[in-house]
């Protein structure tokens, strides 16, 4: 028999390094990232904004020109209305006259 004790070693098992699942996440840069995103949504927003309010300008002095071309029109319309109703009341008079001298001349 052998007096010899065997003993073996149980295999060396190392445990696996495991990584900070954190390593990789910078709150300072994310914060930078995220500002940054911020600033360039204001930017476009406020590009947007000032592209809309140029144009609804140009809209309001079409608009505004319009509407004083329109009265413009009206009064002219108005003064043509006057100047037509002068004239008809001067021709109506005229008529008048002729006619109350023809029935005064006949001796009707």
Not at 61 to 81: E, T
């Amino acid at each position: 028999m052998s007096t010899k004790t065997e003993t073996k070693d149980a295999p060396k098992t190392e445990m696996p390094k495991l990584d900070n699942p954190f390593a990789g996440f910078d709150p300072m840069s994310a914060w930078t990232h995220g500002q940054q995103a911020m600033h360039q949504l204001v930017a476009d927003a406020m590009q947007r904004m000032t592209s809309f309010a140029d144009d609804f300008a140009a809209l309001e002095a079409q608009m505004f020109a319009r509407a004083q071309g329109a009265v413009a029109n009206w009064s002219q319309l108005a003064h043509d209305a006057i100047a037509y109703s002068a004239q008809l009341s001067l021709q109506a008079r005229k008529i008048g006259l002729e006619t109350a001298r023809k029935f005064g001349t006949t001796g009707v």
